[in-house]
Structures are given as C-alpha cells and as structure tokens.
C-alpha cells in the first residue's frame, strides 16, 4: 500500500518590481523536491493584494493564482515576502495586517530586503529578533522603528516563526527556511548550502552521498 504524500503550500506573494533572485534557490528546491526528505512536495502557489499580473525587476509576469484574503492558510504552511520596491503601496497592508496572527497560527513568514521594511514599518518586529539590509538603513526608513534592540547583525535569522533577510542574502534566507521546515536531513541541507556557498565540488559530492 502506498503511502499518500500530501502536498504542502509555499504561498508566494507577488508584487510589481519583485526581486526575482531572492526566492530563487528556495522556490526551485521546494517545487523540484530533488533533496527533500520523504518524497515531499510543495505547490508553489503566487498570491497578491489583486488578481492583476505582476512584473518583476527583471521584467518576467506573474499571474496571482488567488489574492492574500481569500487564502486560507493552515498550520505549517509557508509565507513567502519577497524585496520589492512597492512595498509602500497601500495595497499591500492587507497581508501586512494579517502577519502578526499568521505567525500566531504557526504558519511560517519569510520576509527578505524591502519586505523587512515594511514589516518594520507596520511594527512587528518591535519583539522578535529580526534582520534587514542594515539597523541604520532600517532606522532611516521607518522614523517609527522600535525594535533596534531585537536587531541581529546576521545575513538572515529565524525567531520563532519569522525569518527576515537582507537582500544581499539569497542563499542564507533559502537556509533558514529550509532548516525552520526541516525537510532536508541535516547533512544534506550542509552540504547543499557549502556548495551553492563555496562553489567547490567537493560538497556537490557529500550532496549526492547525503541523499544515500
């Protein structure tokens, strides 16, 4: 007998000028499921504030399957915010008012650059470690900001359910979630991290042993 393999949602929330580089190490590993443990499998699913096309910084269109209210998201599923330059729009506060009760909810927010600047802004990181591109960039944009003392000088870092990242780390925010969703064995997701990191194939090799 089979067993049936349910497939978890990576909910991907678009919006125009989105930085296409900083999901794609995560988006490409959950949907392929080349490393995951257990023949798990994500759906990747772009949601938004309206069902309108979206263009990123690198010109590629989405098309939101669904828009953020009418989601329902269940314990364990992930939240992606990607950087944008649009992060202001007012669009945009109907996902950001929903954040604080999603993490609540054990559902998993990944917020990366610009994305850091508006959770900033609506005030809640103002009690949970976080990071962004800099403290005294993130103090510069948001006058209001209130959570200096729960600020990590680190690429990117996990508090709880909350990931945050500076936009300059792709990779290490593409970590943090995979550990939080722990779907890779550990000596896997090491090694597929040192690879993509250090560029020498000797880690591509423990990869392909770590799978064994």
Excluded at 73 to 79: E, G, K, T
Excluded at 92 to 115: E, F, H, S, T, Y
Excluded at 139 to 168: H, Q, R, V, W
Excluded at 180 to 187: E, F, Q, W
């Amino acid at each position: 007998m089979c067993n049936v393999i349910e497939t978890r949602k990576c909910y991907l929330y678009v919006l125009n000028t989105m930085a296409d580089w900083e999901i794609g190490y995560i988006t490409a590993e959950l949907k392929s499921g080349r490393f995951l443990l257990n023949n798990e499998k994500f759906e990747i699913i772009p949601i938004s504030s309206k069902l309108e096309s979206i263009e990123t910084m690198g010109g590629i269109v989405i098309e939101p399957v669904e828009t953020i209210i009418n989601v329902e998201f269940r314990q364990n599923d992930l939240l992606i915010l990607p950087g944008s330059d649009t992060w202001m729009d007012e669009n945009n506060n109907q996902v950001l008012d929903m954040i604080p009760d999603l993490l609540k909810r054990n559902v998993i927010v990944a917020a990366i650059c610009g994305a850091t600047i508006a959770l900033a802004k609506k005030g809640i990181l103002e009690n949970l470690k976080h990071t962004s591109n800099d403290k005294n960039f993130l103090k510069m944009m948001c006058p209001d900001y209130a959570g200096e003392s729960f600020y990590i000088e680190e690429p990117a870092i996990t508090d709880g359910n909350l990931i945050t990242a500076s936009g300059l780390a792709p990779l290490e925010f593409s970590y943090q979630i995979l550990q939080k969703l722990n779907v890779m064995k550990k000596d896997t997701l090491y090694a597929w991290y040192q690879l993509n990191l250090t560029k020498k194939s000797k880690w591509f090799f423990s990869l392909l042993e770590s799978m064994k």
